[in-house]
Structures are given as structure tokens and as C-alpha cells.
């Protein structure tokens, strides 16, 4: 049922991550028509007393769009908010009366109710409970109730398939929407269009042709006023074992059967599930010098903020190529990208000058790109040869076209019932699976972080195990976006 009276509840509406992602994405697809008045109502329910307008200022800050002050106030004014605290029956039973209200309201008689959790996960227990028991849509109306929830879920293999199962048994998989945001990043959705469309890549992606593969995620700034909550998970929790975790399952699975989210989901479990343990000697964790300066990280922390891990996977494609999954914080710079390394050409017959290797550079952030570096005939006299590249930068490419947010794209997604996007139960507990090990030996000290300078490439011993594993460098080649004239 994608028609008809919409309510979108946002828990925890006065939280940043409400103010900075949830309100803006909603917007945008206000901005866009997706959105309509007369059929879209938000609500924002948190603890503060606050009124409509006073969460409507708030957010409005966070409001910068192309489009006019006044689109700008018509969007504030689908917004009501209502306060309540997240574990009474009080504040839901308002908050299903506010939503009833509106529905009797509205002529379509169908009722369909999304609850956004932009909420700490202590409490995902208590509120997925109490919208069980006030706010799901009334039996008599056409709809649906869908909750969408946000990581962290859990810290390990235990605590993810308790929350699981507690969320388990007051929905069905079909209501619960795992978010990943980097699922609904531009590139990554390419990913399966890349593989499977290109006749181009299908007989090279496998281990006869492909040397190793990085997923690679730095930020150039530190934890700044978070790292409260930072240090209760560290690097591999908040970056690795999810973001990188789902783009390594595009990267790496098997053709699906079909584009069903069932079918694709299915063959990003199994990849899941082939990669070997980790070894202890093919982890590089690493904390930036300053960390520890935050007086809300504890003065002993061993916190890991940068992590380079090589998963192995077991199976007939990747046997023997490492993944060197690669994240850090306080960085030299802030990208997020895919280097697919092929192996060296047999028999070279340029031996004057050692080649680069062929890599396939996929750009996620910034700058979207996709470009492939290869080696040419350097264009004079002279036979010599150079590293170059095939490039696709989509903002030469496609100029004109606004690429979307990524929670902007997966909220229409909730709307529309299309899982595809998000993350199953057995795929997160195939995530926590590979990492759980790993994570109980940092969180007992077994495995020991190295400092680092804040902006610079993070810890050297990543760069010397990216090399052991076989990642090779180009030595005097930088590719440079191209910029518009
Ligand atoms: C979040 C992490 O999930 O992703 C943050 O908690 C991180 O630590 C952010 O900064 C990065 O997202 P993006 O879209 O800016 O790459």
C-alpha cells in the first residue's frame, strides 16, 4: 500500500541525529513531491517540553535546501510534537491518540505508520515495546506499521542476538528496517549494477585475476564530542563491522538469483559466512595521539579509533585475495573508497620501467568516481610507457543530476516497503560473527592499539601490512578529479 494517510514518527526528535539526518532527509523528499501535505503528517516525540514551534526552530536550522523559506515553512508546519518518556504507557497512548486523530481526519481511511528509533539502543527494547502495545495501525484501516532502527545493535554476537530476538518477538522481519546509511549511498547501490551488467568485469572478478582488495574509509577529523560514546565501541563497531562489512558483501558475493531483496540478501549472508576468523597477526589497530584528551574518555582507553583488517574468504572465487577492510579517524583526509588491485601482467615485455598495476578505483565519497588505472603508451616520440586512467567522475558526467542523500533514499524505501537496502537479522548476526572474536580481545587488552599522529595516513604498520599482503603501491601517480571548466 504505498497510498493514503501517512504518519512518520520520529523517536528521539530532538537528538542530533534526528536534527542532522532524519529532518533534513524528510524534507528533501517533501521538497521533491514524495512527500505530500494532506497525506504526510510528522511527529516528534522525545523527553524535553517542548511546544511545535520550539521543535520546528530546531530544526529548521538544519533546513538548507535550493528552494524557498516559504516550502521551508510548509514542510515545519507537517511537524507536531509530542513529549512523553520512552518506557510509559502515558506518552504512546498521547502519541496514538495524536496519530488517530489525524487518521480520522484524513478521507483515505488507510492508516500507515513508520517510527523512526533516532534513539540510544538501551532503550529500542522498551519503546519497540511500547509501540507494540499503543501505536500500531488499527486492524479496521488498510496499512502497515514499519519501525526503523539504527545501529548500534549491540556490542557483540550475545548482546545483537538478544536485541534481536526481544525486537523479534514484538514484530515480524518485515516491519523492521536495520538501517545502514552507506547502503544507500550512490556507488554502493551501483555496486550490483557494476558487477552483474558489465560483461566487461564478470570473468575478471575472482582470484585468477584479482591481487587484493581494499575498502578503505578515513575521516579527517576526530570523535569531537562523542567520544563518550565512541569509546564504548571503538572504530571496528561504529565504521568496520558494518558500513565496510556491507560494502565487502557487494563487492565480494555472488550473483543473486533475481533483484529480490530476499534473493540478494541471501547471497550476502552466505559471502558472510565463508570468511575465515581474523587473524591476530593481520590487524593493525591504532589510536590518535589526543584521544585520551576528551574527559570523557577514560585515561587508560586501548580504544582502537584507526583499524586495517584483512578478511580472508574462504570460497572457489576469493581464496588467497585479501580484503584489507581500512578505517580511521583524525586522518590526512576524508574519502571513503574501493580499490579492486589486479595482479601483474605475465611475461611483461616493458621491463625498461616496472608497471603500475590495474586497479579499479571506486570513489564513494567525495566526489562520486569510478576510474581504472592503466598504463599507456606516453604520448610523444618516445616509446615509453605511463600510468593513466579511464575515468567516470559523475560530476563531469552527470551535471545536472542531484545525487540523493543517502537517508533520504532509504526512508522512500521504508515508505514503499522495499528492503532490499537494509540489514537482515541473519546478516547481522553473520557480521557480529566474523568481528565478536576480535572485539573480546581488544575490549580485554590482548590486542593493543598504536598511536599515531593526528593527520597523518594513520599508524605505518597498516601501510606495511596492506604491502605483506600484497597491495602494491603506484609510486608517482595521483589520480586528480577532474574539474569542470
Ligand atoms: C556513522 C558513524 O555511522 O558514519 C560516524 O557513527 C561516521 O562515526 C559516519 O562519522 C560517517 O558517515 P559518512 O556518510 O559521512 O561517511
Known amino acids: 500500500l504505498e497510498q493514503g494517510c501517512l504518519s512518520i514518527v520520529v523517536l528521539g526528535a530532538s537528538g542530533d541525529l534526528a536534527k542532522k539526518k532524519t529532518f533534513p532527509a524528510l524534507y528533501h523528499l517533501f521538497e521533491q513531491g514524495f512527500l505530500q501535505s ?69 478521507e483515505s481511511g488507510s492508516s500507515r505508520r513508520l517510527f523512526y528509533l533516532a534513539l540510544p539502543p538501551s532503550v529500542y527494547p522498551s519503546v519497540c515495546k511500547m509501540i507494540r502495545t499503543y501505536c500500531m495501525n488499527p486492524t479496521s484501516r488498510a496499512g502497515w506499521t514499519r519501525v526503523i532502527v539504527e545501529k548500534p545493535f549491540g556490542k557483540d554476537l550475545d548482546t545483537s542476538e538478544e536485541l534481536s530476538s526481544q525486537l523479534g518477538e514484538l514484530f515480524e522481519e518485515d516491519q523492521l528496517y536495520r538501517i545502514d546509511h552507506y547502503l544507500g549511498k550512490e556507488l554502493v547501490q551501483n555496486l550490483l549494477v557494476l558487477r552483474f551488467a558489465n560483461r566487461l568485469f564478470l570473468p575478471l572478478w575472482n582470484r585468477d585475476n584479482v591481487d587484493n582488495i581494499q575498502i578503505v ?58 570468511v575465515n576468523p581474523i587473524k591476530d597477526e593481520e590487524v593493525v589497530l591504532g589510536q590518535y595521539e589526543g584521544y585520551k584528551d576528551d574527559p570523557t574518555v577514560p585515561d587508560d582507553s586501548n580504544t582502537p579509533t584507526f583499524a ?7 570460497n572457489e572465487r576469493w581464496e588467497g585475495v585479501p580484503f584489507i577492510l581500512k578505517a580511521g579517524k583524525a586522518l590526512n583526509s576524508r574519502k571513503a573508497e574501493i580499490r579492486v588491485q589486479f595482479k601483474d601482467v605475465p611475461g611483461d615485455i616493458f621491463r625498461c620501467k616496472k608497471q603500475g598495476r590495474n586497479e579499479f578505483v571506486i570513489r564513494l565519497q567525495p566526489s562520486e568516481s569510478m576510474y581504472m588505472k592503466l598504463t599507456v603508451k606516453k604520448p610523444g616520440l618516445e616509446m615509453a610507457t605511463e600510468q593513466s586512467e579511464l575515468d567516470l567522475s559523475y560530476g563531469m558526467r552527470y551535471q545536472t543530476v542531484k545525487i540523493p542523500e543517502a537517508y533520504e533514499r532509504l526512508i522512500l524505501d ?48 597498516a601501510d606495511e601490512l596492506s604491502e605483506k599482503v600484497g597491495y602494491m603501491q603506484t609510486h608517482g601517480y595521483i589520480w586528480i578529479p577532474p574539474t569542470l571548466k
Open 308 to 314: 586495517s583488517v584483512v578478511l580472508r574468504v574462504h
Open 414 to 461: 521504508t515508505i514503499r516497503g522495499d528492503q532490499q537496502h537494509f540489514v537482515r537479522r541473519d546478516e547481522l548476526k553473520a557480521a557480529w560473527q566474523i568481528f565478536t572474536p576480535l572485539l573480546h580481545d581488544i575490549d580485554a587488552g590482548k590486542l593493543k592499539t598504536v598511536p599515531y599522529q593526528p593527520g597523518s595516513r594513520g599508524p605505518k604498520e
Open 217 to 274: 574509509f578515513r575521516e579527517d577529523f576526530g570523535t569531537e564530542g562523542r567520544g563518550g560514546y565512541f569509546d564504548q565501541y571503538g572504530i571496528i563497531r561504529d565504521i568496520i563491522q558494518n558500513h565496510l562489512l556491507q560494502v565487502f558483501c557487494l563487492v565480494a558475493m555472488e550473483k543473486p538469483v533475481s533483484l529480490k531483496p530476499e534473493h540478494i540478501r541471501d547471497e550476502k549472508v552466505k559471502v558472510l559466512q565463508s
Open 38 to 106: 494532506g497525506e504526510v503528517h510528522i511527529f516528534g516525540y522525545a523527553r524535553s517540553n517542548l511546544s511545535d514551534d520550539g521543535l520546528r526552530e530546531r530544526i529548521r536550522g538544519y533546513l538548507k535546501g535550493a528552494s524557498s523559506e516559504e516550502h521551508i515553512s510548509e514542510f515545519l508546519q507537517l511537524i507536531k510534537y509530542v513529549s512523553g518518556s520512552y518506557d510509559s504507557g502515558e506518552g504512546f497512548d498521547n502519541l496514538n491518540k495524536e496519530i488517530s486523530e489525524y487518521e480520522k481526519s484524513n
